[in-house]
């Protein structure tokens, strides 16, 4: 199913900029959108190159106002002729990215609690972008009244919920506030709103745009907002938060404009990531691709080993501030540590005072973190696999009790998935800030480096597998080698590379050779460049008996490279509930055997699985992924 998007754009003397802002929402990678343009009594020629743009493509409808009515009418007049099932919104001097109608669909689709999505924006004028907003990621009513919680040019909703609360409201006083008085009747209906936090959207924000707010105007927003504190039943620090756009208008447009650009250059503030080590692990790869990605004009910013000598050491950026507690492991220090308090492990470990300190991975780091004793230091936790009992996630600490005390320590606390998330949430019965976001990898590095030769891999003519990952039980390697075995008895012509390294291996080999899987299994071991291999394979198989978000997974959907997976955390969020980008099996050695041999024995079935993960695996860029973590700890502060 593939619901179609109504996108709503009034078009008012914006000649210029209306063909960047077009083509925006024809990058989409979603296909399925009408676009809507009401020019709104233009008096440039924006409506003949409007009509330009809609004679070149099928999917763009064209409406006229004679006088201009406002962009409450405006946009009413697009939806009395829209047909989508979902409302997005987009303005004629600004554009967006190519994903965002697809990630804003699927929050949409897989969370029907939430009738509402939008996201930051990037502000840029003639000389370029020059700053950012911030949304929180579950606006409250409070904040619908107080603020702009929900960017409404960015925004996409169930056609259902705007029909329900009779579209935009025609009142003069409604004039450049008819999105927050939406938003009030919306709340009021009882419809809510979870933004992505991700910056999908660019707006034109220059110093027309400032001049263009007159006071009048902020007088109307008063109105509006004091209305919607009646409405919504809320109390009196509501009431005095309405009236702040009023007094904001009193400040000369120039100064506004200037505290407005000092404001989306927050002070550098000073952030420690705290991890066990940085070994080859998914989870230290991927901290090293997000600290390296940060803003430095933002970011002060350390990393922390408790043991050093990983071999992700060498990729951190330079300007990264590293430390290592210990040269290399300590024999049974996950014994001794339990001797210390987690304040006496937070003075031993860390020397310096931090504006925030972040444990990255669940245990130990954690435990350490929670002892910081400084009432200043904001504290936050980053969980990245599946946990089941709570034997297992209290393991690192000395007993259950210390262990929720220690996480409810945290400001915040990050999950790598919504499967994780709610594993970890429900074995804490957790009621602190916990949020979903997605794993750092380095696109535009992983498909330059995939272009590379692989003269390993053979050239027999048989289908390619290939698996990436330390090679440990919790990998499923061993059950991947049976399924190998139960193809070579079926005589299906595959041939199986993993890369990685591990305590695995001897049993590995052993395995190889009793069942003479030579010509069919290839141990390429650790390397630094997987991306050559993973992109000129046919189909990636995880067997893994448990998973965050699969680094490795997401990196062969940026190559192109199928994926076949048993189902462990975050899969189905990457693939699709349905297989739609990839194939998910049940958590079986016969599971997997299944899914793998149906993509053998399907004509065209990789070959659709292949153009699916091309497509799809646009939508993890790591400028994406990056920003969401920067609006995240910019809202900490």
């Not at 599946?386 to 262990?403: I, S």
Request: aromatic content about 8%.
């Amino acid at each position: 199913m593939n619901p179609k998007i109504s996108v709503l754009m009034g078009i008012y003397n914006c000649a210029d900029t209306l063909p960047q802002a077009v083509a925006s929402i024809q990058k989409q990678t979603y296909p399925n959108w009408e676009l809507i343009l009401c020019d709104d009594g233009s008096s440039d020629h924006t409506y003949e190159v409007a009509q330009a743009l809609a004679a070149k493509d099928d999917r763009i409808v064209l409406l006229h106002n004679d006088r201009n009515l406002g962009l409450n009418q405006t946009l009413n007049a697009c939806l009395a002729v829209a047909t989508g099932d979902y409302i997005a919104r987009m303005d004629g001097d600004d554009d967006c990215v190519p994903v965002r109608f697809e990630q804003q669909l699927a929050l949409l689709e897989h969370h029907p609690e939430f009738q509402i999505t939008s996201c930051p924006m990037k502000l840029f004028d003639e000389s370029g972008e020059w700053g950012q907003t911030t949304v929180p990621e579950y606006p409250t009513p409070e904040d619908v009244v107080s603020g702009t919680p929900i960017s409404h040019a960015a925004v996409m909703l169930r056609r259902a919920c705007i029909d329900a609360v009779g579209g935009y409201t025609v009142d003069k006083r409604m004039l450049r506030v008819e999105d927050v008085n939406l938003w009030i009747k919306l709340y009021s209906a009882g419809y809510r709103c979870r933004n992505i936090l991700e910056p999908l959207y660019r707006m034109r924000n220059d110093q027309n745009a400032l001049n263009r707010r007159k006071y009048h105007y902020r007088v109307n927003s008063v109105y509006v907002r004091l209305q919607g504190c009646r409405t919504l039943h809320l109390g009196a620090k509501s009431y005095l938060r309405a009236i702040q756009p009023m007094i904001n208008g009193l400040v000369p447009a120039k100064l506004r404009q200037m505290i407005r650009k000092t404001r989306s250059c927050e002070l550098m503030f000073k952030i420690l990531f705290l991890i066990h080590d940085l070994g080859q692990g998914g989870a230290e790869k991927v901290l090293v691709n997000l600290v390296n990605h940060m803003d430095r004009s933002k970011f002060d910013i350390s990393v922390t080993v408790l043991f050093g000598g990983g071999v992700n050491e060498q990729f951190l950026a330079s300007d990264i501030h590293f430390r290592a507690v210990f040269t290399k492991e300590v024999p049974g220090n996950s014994k001794l540590m339990k001797l210390l308090t987690p304040k006496q492990l937070h003075k031993l470990c860390v020397k310096k005072h931090y504006d925030m300190e972040v444990s990255y991975l669940e245990g130990p780091s954690a435990r350490i973190v929670s002892g910081c004793q400084n009432p200043n230091t904001k504290l936050v936790s980053w969980i990245h696999s599946e946990q089941h009992t709570m034997d297992k996630l209290a393991g690192p600490f000395r007993n259950e009790t210390e262990a929720r005390k220690c996480y409810h320590r945290f400001v915040q606390t990050i999950c790598v998935s919504q499967y994780v998330r709610n594993d970890f949430c429900q074995l804490l019965d957790f009621q602190m800030p916990c949020q979903v976001l997605y794993n750092t990898v380095e696109s535009e590095k992983i498909l330059a480096e995939a272009s590379d030769v692989a003269p390993e891999l053979m050239n027999d003519g048989k289908v390619r597998l290939i698996a990436v990952g330390t090679l440990k039980q919790s990998k499923g390697y061993m059950r991947l080698l049976s399924v190998i075995k139960r193809l070579q008895e079926t005589h299906d012509p595959v041939h199986l590379y993993i890369l990685g390294i591990g305590p695995l291996q001897q049993e590995m080999e052993a395995y190889i050779r009793q069942n003479k899987l030579h010509n069919m299994v290839t141990l390429l071991g650790y390397q630094t460049n997987p991306y050559k291999y993973v992109s000129k394979c046919d189909l990636f198989v995880c067997a893994s008996f448990a998973e965050g978000f699969s680094t490795a997974a997401t990196e062969a959907l940026i190559v192109g490279t199928p994926v076949c997976t048993v189902e462990v955390s975050g899969m189905k969020e990457m693939l699709g509930e349905n297989n739609e980008w990839g194939v998910v099996t049940e958590n079986s050695e016969d599971g997997l055997y299944d899914g793998i041999k149906s993509l053998l024995d399907t004509p065209g079935r990789l070959a659709f699985y292949k153009e699916k993960a091309a497509e799809h695996g646009r939508t993890f860029s790591t400028e994406n992924t990056v920003r969401a973590v920067e609006n995240m700890l910019l809202n900490l502060q």
